[in-house]
T-cell receptor
Framework: DAKTTQPTSMDCAEGRAANLPCNHS???????VYWYRQIHSQGPQYIIH?????ETNEMASLIITEDRKSSTLILPHATLRDTAVYYC???????????WGAGTKLIIKP | NAGVTQTPKFQVLKTGQSMTLQCAQD?????MSWYRQDPGMGLRLIHY???????DQGEVPNGYNVSRSTTEDFPLRLLSAAPSQTSVYFC???????????FGPGTRLTVT
């Protein structure tokens, strides 16, 4: 599976949109982009995933560039409860494993 | 639905002791897995299963055994605990063929 690169940490003001970038320049055509988050000491929580089209659900939006080499997770109105480590993961269709990096620590400030 | 449950929440072992971490899910998911997470790190896959009677190794399987006799349960056995196994252990489940996984609350294990 392709490797991902994320910033180590980011800040965002409460109520603003949080935009978390992820680079996956070696992604191949059948690999999906997944986003999870882990709130302090809890089990990770699935957020969203996509292949090449932009996706939106009740938690977030996922924007994937046309060349699929990078993506952005958008939390439209960040709250203090969104403070967490966010993981961007690339996974092939036939691969059961999720390879986890260190993620981005997002801190929402009041 | 209880989702994914793990017991115990905390455990302290002495070097050389053995124990079993329990994991159960009530979502009828075929796929289950065990991860460990060391401080400041991402998760690493220990073992996984794609259905009852089927298990396979992940990235860091040494020192751990698993079995899957039912769809619901996927216990992780530490054969002879070592300080290097001090970690937080997470169990997860999901439908086969997707990367959408549901995680338990974790077991915090300390080996002295």
């Amino acid at each position: 599976d392709a490797k991902t690169t994320q910033p180590t940490s980011m800040d965002c003001a409460e109520g603003r949109a949080a935009n978390l970038p992820c680079n996956h320049s070696t992604i191949s055509g059948n690999e999906y982009v997944y986003w999870y988050r882990q709130i302090h000491s809890q089990g990770p929580q699935y957020i969203i995933h996509g292949l090449k089209n932009n996706e939106t659900n009740e938690m977030a939006s996922l924007i994937i560039t046309e060349d699929r080499k990078s993506s952005t997770l958008i939390l439209p109105h960040a709250t203090l409860r969104d403070t967490a480590v966010y993981y961007c993961i690339v996974r092939g269709v036939s691969n059961y494993q999720l390879i986890w990096g260190a993620g981005t620590k997002l801190i929402i400030k009041p | 639905n209880a989702g994914v449950t793990q017991t115990p929440k905390f455990q302290v072992l002495k070097t050389g002791q053995s124990m079993t971490l329990q994991c159960a899910q009530d979502m009828n998911h075929e796929y289950m897995s065990w991860y460990r997470q060391d401080p400041g790190m991402g998760l690493r896959l220990i073992h996984y299963s794609v259905g009852a009677g089927i298990t396979d190794q992940g990235e860091v399987p040494n020192g751990y055994n698993v079995s899957r006799s039912t769809t619901e349960d996927f216990p992780l056995r530490l054969l002879s605990a070592a300080p290097s196994q001090t970690s937080v252990y997470f169990c997860a489940s999901g439908r086969t063929g997707t990367g959408e996984q549901y995680f338990g609350p974790g077991t915090r294990l300390t080996v002295t």
